[in-house]
């Protein structure tokens, strides 16, 4: 990059060197790139095309085009996603909330009563509790976390919100949940498998926690583990929600039956897949 560079000519030579490098949506990753670092949005990248940049402009996109085209996730980059239309701070220590937990999202807001606690196992950034508190201003809900460096995430989000007086963040095991019983149980844990690990996208694998992936040799493990305490977790009545993957409905809801829940049933996401298995616990 030489400093005679006009914006158009930056876009389009990184639209380019991320094609090269296989990068999915290269032209929107290099504008969202570029426009972070000229503090602009992207009508703001449209209208200053014949914009030449400085050098210190150029300084600091340089090091992140690089990072992008060896696949580190743009939202790591940038330091922040959107979920549910909420700006969420993310880094290396979380998960990058995804479009299809906006579905177990939905189901956790359709089962909902006018108010009660939610309990988010697993919250990551997160994305799923704070968007619920938003949605529900008569609920207080606590997420739970084995990653503390997650935790701080999550309540710096709560903070960014100015949720954080409904919103409560704890570390513990999912393995050995806390003796206190909510109204709405929701987890997105992790549920790859370990053959399925090795052919996520490097963006997923290299960069992603494993430990917020990797869930055992079927990638059943923690549903395993959620199951056998449902009775501790869930008030009678209180609904369990949990994210799957797509070939893992028929595994979860028979870890649903066993462990005694009732009106199981499984949501699919807008492509078709199986998202969400959910059941009740008997009044
Ligand atoms: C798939 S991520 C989900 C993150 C977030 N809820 C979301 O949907 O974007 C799973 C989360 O579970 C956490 N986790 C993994 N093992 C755990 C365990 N044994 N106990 C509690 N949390 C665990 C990870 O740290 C990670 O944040």
Known sequence: MSESWT????????????????????????????????????????????????????????????????????????????????????????LIPRADTEILLEEALEK???????????????AIAISFAHEKEHWQVAGLDISTAALEIAQGNALRHALASRCTFMAG??????????????????????????????????????????AGEEGLDCYRLLAAQVEKVLKPGGWLLLEIGFRQ????????????LTEIYCRQDYAGNPRVVGGRRAF
């Open 7 to 94: 914006l158009l000519k930056l876009l389009r030579w990184t639209t380019g060197f991320f094609r090269e490098k296989g990068i999915d949506n290269p032209r929107l990753d290099a504008e969202l790139l570029i426009a972070s670092v000229l503090e602009l949005d992207r009508v703001g990248l449209y209208l200053n095309y014949d914009r030449p940049l400085v050098a210190d402009e150029l300084a600091r996109i340089r090091p992140l085009v690089k990072r992008r085209a060896q696949h580190e996730p743009l939202q790591y980059l940038l330091g922040k996603t959107e979920f549910w239309s909420l700006d969420f701070k993310v880094s290396p220590a979380v």
């Open 249 to 260: 409905q028929h595994a979860v809801t028979d870890l649903l039956v066993k462990a005694g």
């Open 173 to 214: 095991d999912l393995a050995c949940l806390p003796e206190r019983a909510y109204d709405l149980v929701v987890s997105n844990p992790p549920y790859i498998s370990t053959s399925e690990y090795e052919t996520l996208m490097p963006e997923v694998r290299e960069y992603e926690p494993a430990q917020a992936l990797l």
């Open 112 to 126: 909902a009563t006018e108010s009660g606690e939610l309990l988010d196992i697993g919250t990551g950034s997160g």
